[in-house]
């Protein structure tokens, strides 16, 4: 895997960048693509986190146009809200004119700003992003669609640094039954995992939060949570080392890319949930992949996947 540096912004002719992402590699703008004004970066790094009222990861709720991760202050969550309105329009404009396959059929997920310097944070494992993981969200299962991650180094001096590993492909043909892919597989297609989905179904219509996951959800998470854990695999896995320095912008399927954050400080990002049919090549994606290795489908509703020679044999 790679870094792809685009140079120059607008390009001079189209390109289709999507076998690249799709393909495990980081698409890496110098200087950033589209507008974002210093007096808004200033005011970012500015933020005090003393009092507790700020936590350490704000997130704008794009398509509700709401911020999370502050409590109280009404004039300081507007004025941040106005921040992250602009960021967002700007960058989603961005991303939709380089990639408009995606853009037909995405859907906009949350922004963040990371505002904590990543080195020695001590979390707890699950939540490390210093140890290399795929994404997945607790709380919104993509059913298969795709993680886009437009990240933005706002810092005035420091080098955000990641370290990724080998893409999806390799590291679930390593690890995937390892982590339980069989299992889930069997559990999601049986009359217990259907009566589970009833279950949840019912809990929802009784007002109770149960997020419905599809069996390729519950296989993310759970691999997200297995590779944070895996000793071995955080020390020998093939390792990639990427700087990306103050007013950097790079784009990555980080569901698709085990990636970590060693250093750094000061990120904006948004998100993206790229449906699987405007991929450039669907059956590479991590769906697939994890069907081709279990052969079961994954999602309800799909069929059988046929297994590969390679797989069938693991
Ligand atoms: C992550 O998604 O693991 C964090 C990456 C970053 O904040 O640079
Ligand atoms: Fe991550």
Not at 1 to 6: D, G, K, R, Y
Request: hydrophobic residues 40%; contains cysteine; charged residues 20%.
């Amino acid at each position: 895997m790679s870094l792809v540096t685009v140079e120059h912004w607008p390009l001079p002719q189209r390109v289709d960048y999507r076998p690249q992402l799709e393909g495990g590699n980081i698409l890496f703008f110098p200087a950033t693509p589209f507008p974002l004004s210093d007096q808004s970066k200033e005011f970012l790094r500015n933020l005090s986190f003393a009092g507790g009222a700020i936590h350490k990861n704000i997130a704008y709720r794009t398509s509700l146009d709401r911020i999370t991760g502050i409590d109280g202050d009404v004039s300081l969550k507007s004025q941040l809200r106005d921040i992250f309105r602009d960021y967002s329009r700007s960058v989603v404009r961005f991303t939709a004119e380089l990639l408009p396959q995606y853009a037909r059929d995405w859907t906009l997920d949350y922004a963040s700003f990371r505002p904590l310097e990543e080195k020695g944070r001590g979390l707890p494992t699950n939540k490390r992003n210093d140890l290399i993981h795929t994404d997945a969200f607790p709380s919104r299962p993509t059913n298969g669609a795709l993680i886009l991650r437009v990240f933005t180094n706002i810092s005035p001096a420091k080098t955000r640094i990641w370290i990724t590993s080998d893409p999806f492909r390799a590291v679930a043909g390593r690890f995937a039954r390892d982590a339980g892919l069989d299992h889930i597989a069997t559990v999601g297609s049986s009359t217990a995992g259907q009566i589970l989905n009833q279950s949840v179904r019912l809990l929802n219509t009784l007002g109770l939060p149960v997020v419905p996951r599809s069996p390729y959800d519950r296989f993310m998470l759970r691999f997200h949570d297995y590779l944070k854990h895996n000793a071995d695999f955080q020390a020998n896995c093939t390792k990639h080392r990427f700087e990306f320095p103050p007013g950097s912008t790079w784009l990555v399927f980080t569901d698709v890319v085990p990636h970590s954050v060693q250093a750094g400080q000061h990120a904006l990002e948004q998100t993206f949930i790229v449906a699987r049919r405007s991929l450039a090549n669907p059956h590479d994606s991590p769906l697939s992949i994890l069907e081709q290795i279990c052969a079961k489908p994954l999602l309800p509703g799909r069929s059988q996947p046929a297994a590969t020679a390679t797989t069938a044999q693991q």
